[in-house]
């Protein structure tokens, strides 16, 4: 072999390792994530505020008995990590941010995970700056905490209301504190102009179609149409929830999404595996004033618990969409990791079989000293029930170093890349050798 052919296969070999090496994000999961929205903001007033339903336990979120609790709930369900909403790192007035270390501290016991939904209009958010210097915070502290939830390696960070900013200052802010893309951002919405400087999108609800799966389809469509225009690879995570109640907030534009017995659940699910979702995150683990919880609770029981387990098993063990964009490997299937085995610290009642029709507020039994209270939640506007495919609202908050943990596991391709490249090398080096000495 002449020096030429030793140099172009050089060449050849670096190529192909590069186009094998080229993340697609099924083949970066590594197994296909399941998460949920939590929220860590309760106090005793909430469960006195006329909720037609309440949890097996009503709790404040500064108790790591009950965080301890939800965890092992959410393992005991399939789900991967929970996603808190923070309002930055202020301590002062918000639970959310001494309740987010407590949730880290807890998940690392138990070998589960969390990340952060990102709220871009918290109350301790005043200004551009405020927010530039949270989110520097949430990625140079929390983000390196070993239970943080991380994808191919990268911590995963979602996003609230990112059209608080135009898209040129997002992508800005992204050059400034992420500009080689060491962590992933999970924009929220339908305006795809965002997916420049993000790396995938959600929506947070689908309550307001009585058809979900539909859209949930069709989302998956619009987002591997938009990869393949855009030569890119986008994060498609599709949003699974059971019903919705928001009564009780007294929003002009409050309403209710059946729960059907669990059908309207079902219908999410089948969406999401159909439209072939990178991950799927549930709306929500415990957002009860506006009902689309799957905690365990007075009328319900753990009947969303199971119903969750069977469902997540069914999108693990689906077949990923291929990615129509040069150099993305297609997977033809993913292994989910081993779920911890863990008994969960509190006996559940016998699952209610569900009506669809709330019960009356039962009265809870509080014995513990009462922590601080929850503010009413701050107003917001759903939009009209039309096929536009416009998400719902927020959730109704309150206004008021560890070394880096080692990567989750690569995809196959990127492995099978670095082998051809060694052995490639060593192939060439070996014959370059022989040449000089011959």
């Not at 610290?345 to 569900?354: E, K």
Request: proline share 11%; aromatic share 10%; net charge negative.
């Amino acid at each position: 072999m002449n020096n030429k052919a030793r140099l172009a296969l050089v060449v050849t070999l670096l190529l192909l390792a590069s186009s094998m090496a080229r993340p697609a994000p099924a083949d970066a999961l590594g197994e296909r994530l399941v998460l949920a929205f939590y929220y860590a903001w309760f106090g005793w007033d909430v469960w006195e505020s006329g909720l037609p339903d309440q949890p097996l336990q009503p709790y404040v979120s500064t108790d790591p008995a009950a965080v301890e609790r939800h965890v092992l709930w959410a393992q005991q369900a399939g789900i991967d990590a929970f996603v808190q909403s923070w309002y930055g790192p202020q301590v002062e007035n918000n639970q959310t941010e001494p309740n987010l270390a407590l949730l880290l501290d807890i998940a690392q016991r138990h070998g589960f995970q969390a990340a952060v939904d990102f709220e871009t209009t918290s109350p301790f958010f005043q200004t551009e700056q405020d927010v530039v210097e949270g989110l520097r915070y949430l990625l140079d502290v929390h983000a390196n905490h070993p239970a943080y939830l991380r994808v191919g390696g990268r911590p995963v960070v979602f996003f609230w209301r990112q059209n608080r900013f135009p898209v040129d200052w997002w992508v800005a802010v992204r050059e400034r504190l992420d500009p080689h893309h060491l962590s992933i951002w999970i924009m929220e919405g339908v305006d795809l102009g965002y997916l420049g400087p993000f790396d995938g999108t959600h929506l947070y609800s689908v309550a307001w179609d009585p058809n979900p799966g539909a859209t949930l389809r069709r989302w998956g469509e619009r987002i591997r149409r938009w990869n393949a225009e855009h030569g890119s690879v986008k994060y498609w995570v599709a949003t699974v929830m059971p019903g919705y109640h928001d009564l009780v907030t007294g929003r002009p534009d409050a309403f209710v999404r059946d729960r059907a017995d669990g059908a309207y659940y079902r219908d999410c699910w089948a969406g999401a595996i159909q439209s072939g979702a990178d991950m799927v995150v549930i709306t929500s683990f415990n957002e009860w004033p506006e009902g689309s919880y799957i905690e365990p609770s007075v009328v319900y029981g753990d009947f969303y618990l199971g119903l969750t387990r069977e469902l997540g098993d069914l999108y693990r063990a689906s077949e990923p969409m291929p990615y129509d964009v040069p150099g993305a490997p297609i997977i033809a299937g993913s292994v989910a990791g081993p779920t911890p085995t863990v008994t969960p610290t509190v006996a559940l009642t016998p699952p209610a079989t569900p009506t669809g029709t709330p019960l009356p507020t039962p009265t809870a039994t509080v014995t513990a000293a009462p922590l601080p209270t929850s503010p009413p939640p701050r107003p917001t506007s759903h939009p009209a029930v039309t096929p536009t495919d416009v998400p719902t609202p927020t959730p109704s908050p309150p206004p008021a170093v560890a070394p880096s943990p080692p990567a989750r596991r690569a995809g196959a391709s990127g492995l099978l890349a670095v082998a051809v490249v060694a052995v490639g090398l060593a192939l060439v080096l070996g014959s370059l050798l022989l040449g000089r000495r011959a």
